[in-house]
């Protein structure tokens, strides 16, 4: 069967099964498992992006935690420190105090000291003008002459006397 313009329709025909055949071939042959290795492939790709995310969310989240310590930690460490601050303080008060009160007590503990000594040295004197006017009362007894004595009294009371006072 000829056809005019030497067109052979068996042999149209022909190809295009051929085609077909070859088609249905390739789509079983490459199509397919290049199709299932790009969804493989693509499925793979997306696990790890998948994964890829959870490891950021998780350090994420380890960081945010890290850093909510690290505050919490540094508000520990400034309590602390204002609180060896505060005890620093009350100590050093205190010893100052105990200073001061050891201070009053040695001054105290001076005055009352150089009170007894005072006294001490008053008693010290009076008993020796006490001794020095019994000695004076017994000589004046015991001398003979009183008269001389005494002007011998007046004589030397005067000569103590500076000029012009008497």
Known sequence: MDIPLNINWQQILLHLFNFAILFAGLYF?????????????????KDMQDSADEVMQKAMESKQEYETRLAEADAEIAGKKKAAAD???KMRRAREKQ???????IVSDAKEEAKAMRTQIVDGARKEITEMVEQAAEKILLSEDVSTTYDAFLDAAERSVPDGES
């Open 29 to 45: 042959l490459l199509y397919k498992p290049v199709k299932k290795f790009m969804e493989k492939r693509e499925k793979y790709y």
């Open 87 to 89: 005890e620093l303080e």
């Open 99 to 105: 200073a001061e009160d050891e201070a009053k007590k």
